[in-house]
Each structure stands twice: as structure tokens, then as C-alpha cells.
């Protein structure tokens, strides 16, 4: 076995948040950010993990026999997990991702039977080019690494782990703005032709927390949401953005799609509860309450954020592929 290596796009969601779950059609954008994933042979019959994060440094390892693979996804007691390496992250965290991360090997496993099937090891290295906490997808890249690598679907993949629309895995899996929406439970990926002449006066700022996405979904589940009326708006909203040309115009869609998305999740706008003295535009992208915001503005914009203590401010060009 040759050594092979495998990379996935990070993913920003600019329309359609929750409602992409329901078949909203939205605009997603693949990011220069994403995550390599580098798989060696080893002569012991193990599979040994090392996670890295964006600085280099190991902030996860584990060892896994790979007698373990053939086995109920609960039974880990032959799952060894180094202690030796610097605590970034509590033993109890360390072994929730052990724990998710054998379960997305054995759900690999079961898809092609002939994964980890080799008459050897592997040492396996996974390398972020993000921190994990900017919530670009650090386990879509993952588990599209992870697909490619067992050669199966990703979005069967996805979905045998996890819960969620799979725009992330398009994203991962293309070099180019993106349109997504769900019909029929089937992913359909067209390519969007979303180039607008104002991007230099759109920014990328990080709200210094990561949203939990289920916790977000659970929350826009319980709304109960009139989709049949909802879901046509957004459709609207996103192929009108993919086809504006001026940033007014761009900012009264975004204005509107906030006001939408505000009464369906009976919250109040990130605008309205962090920066209602801003004079752009701000939405929200993916789940509400974390991780990046976009806005509209001028060479300005940067230190407007940062003097509030949202240090992360990233120019469009310099965070969409």
C-alpha cells in the first residue's frame, strides 16, 4: 500500500439555513479553508490516528485494533487512547470523539465491507488549515475525507453517522459557489455562477464561539415552521442573490432573509442583538448564534468588529473559493 491523500473544502451557508433540511433551494459557498487527511501502511494490524490542528499540533490521537471493526460500534474496550500527548482537550471530550470517530470508520465498514480489509495497519493523519472552533466544517471535511479514502458515498456516509442536509459534503466536494437543496431526500448540486462585482465590500467575521448545530436544528424543528409558505420566500430570496449586481440591492435580499429566518426561529437578528448602531447589512450564515456572520461595508468594517472584540474579520476573496 502506497501512501494516499485525500482533501476536503470547509463550507459557509449563506441562504437557506434550518430550512435547507425542509428542501430549500440555497446558496452555498466551498472555502480556501478544509482538511487534508494522509493514510500510510503499518505493519502492526492497527489503525493509528493523529489529528492536527492548524498550528501543527496534535490535539487528538488514538490507536484502534483493527479487530475492533468487525464489532458492535459500542464495544470499545480494545480502543486505546495515548494520554502522553499535551491535554488541548478533557479525557471526557477525547473519548466522545473517539467514540464518534470509530463509529464513523465502522459505518464506512459496513458501506464497503472491503475498507480495512488490507493484510496490515494504517497510520492515519488528519490536518486542519482553520481552528476547529470557526465552525467550517471540520467533520464534513472528515468524513468526505474519510469516504473518499473507503471510495463510497459521502452523503450515505453522512447520513448513516450524522444528521444534516449534506450541503456541507457539496461543498467539501466542489471548487466553486454552489447551489443545494434536498428533493426527494436526494441531494441536488448545481454549480452558481455567484461572482459579485461588490465582493470586496463583503467581510466574513467570527462571533469567538462555535453554535452547536444540533442543538440549533433541534430548536428550528420545534418551531413548527409553515414550510409551505417559508420555503418559497427563501427560494426567491437566493436566486435573486445569485443574480444581483449592485450591493444595495444584495443588502435589502440578505435584510429580508434575516426578518424571514427571525420569525421563524422567534429570534431576534444578530444585527438586532449585537450590532444594531452598524450601517450595513449583517446575516447570519448556517446555524444562528455562532460562527461566522457575513457583512456588507468599506475598508472600515474591519476595525468596526474589532473594536468590539470580534477579531476574526476575513475579506470575501480571502475566505471563498
Request: hydrophobic share 35%; proline share 5%.
Amino acid at each position: 500500500m502506497n501512501t494516499s491523500s485525500f482533501y476536503s473544502n470547509g463550507k459557509l451557508l449563506i441562504t437557506g439555513e434550518y430550512l435547507v433540511l425542509d428542501g430549500a433551494l440555497s446558496l452555498a459557498i466551498p472555502t480556501i479553508y478544509g482538511q487534508s487527511l494522509t493514510v500510510g501502511p503499518l505493519a502492526e494490524k492497527q489503525l493509528k490516528w493523529k489529528s492536527l490542528d492548524e498550528k501543527g499540533q496534535v490535539w487528538f490521537e488514538a490507536i484502534y485494533e483493527l479487530e475492533s471493526f468487525k464489532k458492535d460500534p459500542t464495544d470499545l474496550d480494545i480502543l486505546s487512547i495515548p494520554t502522553g500527548e499535551k491535554k488541548s482537550i478533557s479525557t471526557s471530550e477525547k473519548d466522545s470523539i473517539s467514540d464518534t470517530l470509530h463509529r464513523i470508520l465502522l459505518e464506512a465498514k459496513k458501506i464497503n465491507p472491503d475498507f480495512l480489509g488490507e493484510n496490515h495497519g494504517y497510520e492515519v493523519s488528519t490536518a486542519l488549515n482553520f481552528p476547529k472552533n470557526w465552525g467550517l466544517g471540520s467533520s464534513s471535511t472528515l468524513i468526505n475525507n474519510i469516504a473518499q479514502w473507503a471510495k463510497i458515498d459521502a452523503y450515505t456516509l453522512l447520513w448513516n453517522s450524522f444528521r444534516g442536509s449534506g450541503y456541507d459534503i457539496a461543498c467539501a466536494q466542489h471548487n466553486t459557489p454552489i447551489t443545494y437543496q434536498l428533493k426527494n431526500k436526494q441531494p441536488i448540486v448545481n454549480l452558481a455562477s455567484f461572482h459579485p462585482p461588490f465582493k470586496n465590500e463583503l467581510y466574513f467575521i467570527h462571533l469567538n464561539k462555535k453554535q452547536d448545530s444540533r442543538e440549533g436544528i433541534a430548536h428550528y424543528k420545534a418551531q413548527e415552521v409553515n414550510t409551505h409558505v417559508v420555503i418559497p420566500q427563501i427560494n426567491s430570496i437566493t436566486q435573486r442573490i445569485l443574480t444581483s449586481t449592485k450591493l444595495p440591492q444584495f443588502e435589502k435580499l440578505i435584510n429580508r432573509h434575516e426578518a424571514i429566518l427571525s420569525g421563524v426561529l422567534d429570534a431576534p437578528t444578530v444585527k438586532q442583538r449585537l450590532f444594531p448602531d452598524f450601517k450595513g447589512a449583517i446575516k447570519s450564515l448556517g446555524a444562528w448564534g455562532g460562527d461566522f456572520i457575513l457583512a456588507t461595508g468599506n475598508k472600515n468594517t474591519p476595525q468596526y468588529f474589532m473594536d468590539k472584540g470580534f477579531t476574526t474579520v476575513i475579506p470575501y476573496s480571502r475566505m471563498a473559493k
